[in-house]
């Protein structure tokens, strides 16, 4: 039987992951777009191209590690994937969350993160896209008014639904924070998987009219650097559904009708061995200097771990600013220095002082 594998949590690329994708069937009550819907355009070497010059998400990718016995998120992610589900991800501050998505874009190898970060103000326009009327209102009053697509910019959750042969990653980050009818406001695109952008559905319709189907199609920009896109007829619909990441703090509940659609999983807390591979994995530009400090590193997981089994809030980034600033040449020295930096760096999350 064939590995039914997309993702693993180890850091290595997936090879031939177009052709597996082509592959892979969607559920009868899954299915979206058609072939059809893809365009015959450079937009995927483009976000091939952005995802290699961005050098810090490209490295929360490459370096995030699940352990193997953590294969609830393994098997969760992969069963996102087949089943064109988004998944909500809930745990604790620093246990790796939002570096999910990046690990996933990495290993699949899926181009450029799409992210969201939601506030208490968010919108699903917002997410959609945005209307620039004011601009548009200021050129017709100069005589400079251009194409009306020149006002649309696409945002995260809409560049996410244009149609591809291979699934866009989207990270809508901490929605536990969104005005409490967001959640329910994104079924309906859950579920479709298409929405439209009224102000050019009006203009399409306009053409109709006039038998002119060149004005129909309308050229906006989207949520990846300096990448413009057709939108025809005022209309997005995916082809394949994007690998939605939504991470959850744990603040709040969400409605039922939203969890039923989703996939939930909690990130569990790294153990010592996880952690191990995390601080290797972020340190292995230093080979050298990780070999060097490794009893002094492993002392400080134990230390880490020691003081989280006291319930105390810690997120993993801190043991890794706390391991790199008493591993360098130049470093505190003196037993009261280390001391004083592990209080600082290591201070509770949910402590006030």
């Known amino acids: ?95 790796g969350k939002t570096s999910l998505a990046y690990a996933i874009a990495h290993e699949l190898n899926l181009g450029a993160v799409l992210s969201w970060a939601i506030t208490a103000r968010s919108t699903l326009q917002e997410g959609l896209y945005r209307y620039d009327a004011i601009a548009r209102l200021q050129d017709a009053q100069q005589n400079e008014e251009q194409d009306i697509g020149k006002y649309i910019t696409l945002g995260a959750l809409g560049t996410a639904f244009l149609p591809s042969v291979l699934p866009r990653v989207l990270l809508i980050d901490e929605i536990d924070k969104s005005d409490i009818n967001l959640p329910n406001d994104l079924l309906n695109i859950f579920e479709e998987g298409e929405f439209k952008i009224p102000e050019l559905v009006r203009r399409a319709k306009s053409a109709e009219k006039d038998n002119s189907a060149a004005k129909s199609e309308f050229t906006v920009e989207t949520q990846d650097r300096d990448i413009d896109v057709v939108v025809k007829a005022g209309r997005v619909r995916c082809y394949s559904f994007p690998i939605i990441v939504m991470t959850s703090n744990g603040e709040r509940d969400f409605p039922p009708a939203f969890k039923r659609r989703c996939i939930r999983i909690k990130m569990p807390n790294p153990q010592e061995e996880a952690l191990k591979e995390i601080v290797k994995a972020h340190f292995q530009d230093e080979e050298k200097l990780f070999q060097d400090a490794e009893a002094k590193i492993n002392q400080l997981i134990k230390e880490f771990l020691s003081d989280k089994d006291k319930n105390t809030e810690r997120a993993t980034d801190q043991l890794l600013n706390t391991i790199y600033l008493l591993t360098r040449d130049v470093s505190p020295e003196s037993e009261a220095d280390v001391k004083s930096v592990k209080d600082i760096l290591l201070k509770s999350l949910t402590s006030n002082d």
């Open 1 to 95: 039987m064939a590995d039914w594998h997309f993702f693993r949590g180890n850091g290595k690329q997936l090879q031939g992951v177009e052709e597996k994708f082509k592959q892979l069937e969607p559920p009868p009550w899954r299915r979206f777009g058609k072939n059809e819907d893809i365009p015959n355009d450079k937009r995927w070497e483009k976000l091939m191209q952005l995802a290699e010059e961005n050098d810090r998400n490209k490295r929360r990718g490459e370096n995030f590690r699940i352990s193997d016995n953590a294969i609830d998120i393994i098997n969760a992610v992969n069963a996102a994937i087949y089943l064109r589900r988004p998944l909500l991800v809930t745990g604790k501050p620093g246990s």
